[in-house]
């Protein structure tokens, strides 16, 4: 079983939808918890934090249940410029190194 | 620009050959990750830097791997003896000490082809 786990998509979505990117993890000693956004050929960028009471950054809202050990991000009013790989990563460790999922694909279209 | 750069940023090599990555942090940053990812997947861990100090390796890393981060500045990323499974993107990130997260920023990435 891979650590982090996502659904590989894709998910194709018409401008302005809401849509839903879920995530579970299997080391319940796990502290620290991301979204990260990766454009094709590019290095992932940094989303948004995620944190237990929950997160919103604009039109990105973010959860984390730690007893279900499960992360969620919320795209609202998608745009055609949030087209990428949305990576769910979590961090373990001492030096907290980052576990990635394989990404979710999202494909906003007109 | 402040943030982290990789160079170079594509590398064609025979099988066998050695090869050697560069990577610069952001500046106040004192730690440093490696990690390689290939296609459909995301990234994985190969070892992590806390100023000069390698503290942590990946199994991943094998022996024809090695890095290095001498005056905690840059660090290289060397893969000795390249086999055609080594092709991948390397990917360094750095993250400051003192934040309640350690979010890392990542560079642009080593792409390395095989052949």
């Known amino acids: 079983r891979k650590e982090v786990e996502q659904d590989p998509g894709p998910f194709n979505v018409p401008e302005g939808a809401t849509v839903a990117f879920n995530c579970t993890y299997s080391?319940?000693?796990?502290?620290?918890f991301f979204w990260y956004r990766q454009d094709c050929r590019k290095e992932p960028k940094l989303l948004m934090s995620v944190y237990s009471s929950g997160n919103e950054d604009g039109r990105f809202t973010a959860q984390l249940n730690r007893a279900s050990q499960y992360i969620s991000l919320l795209i609202r009013d998608s745009k055609l410029s949030d087209s990428a790989t949305y990576l769910c990563v979590v961090g373990s460790g001492g030096y907290n190194k980052l576990i990635f999922g394989a990404g979710t694909r999202l494909a906003v279209h007109p | 620009d402040t943030g982290v750069s990789q160079d170079p940023r594509h590398k064609i090599t025979k099988r066998g050959q050695n090869v050697t990555f560069r990577c610069d942090p952001i500046?106040?940053?004192?730690?440093l990750y490696w990690y390689r990812q290939t296609l459909g997947q995301g990234p994985e861990f190969l070892t992590y830097f806390q100023n000069e100090a390698q503290l942590e390796k990946s199994r991943l890393l094998s022996d024809r791997f090695s890095a290095e981060r001498p005056k905690g500045s840059f660090s290289t990323l060397e893969i000795q003896r390249t086999e055609q499974g080594d092709s991948a993107m390397y990917l360094c990130?750095?993250?400051?000490?003192?934040?309640?997260?350690?979010?890392?920023?990542f560079g642009p990435g080593t792409r390395l082809t095989v052949t």
């Open positions: 080391n319940s000693a796990s502290q620290s």
């Open positions: 990130a750095s993250s400051r000490p003192g934040t309640k997260t350690y979010e890392q920023y």
């Open positions: 500046s106040e940053h004192n730690r």
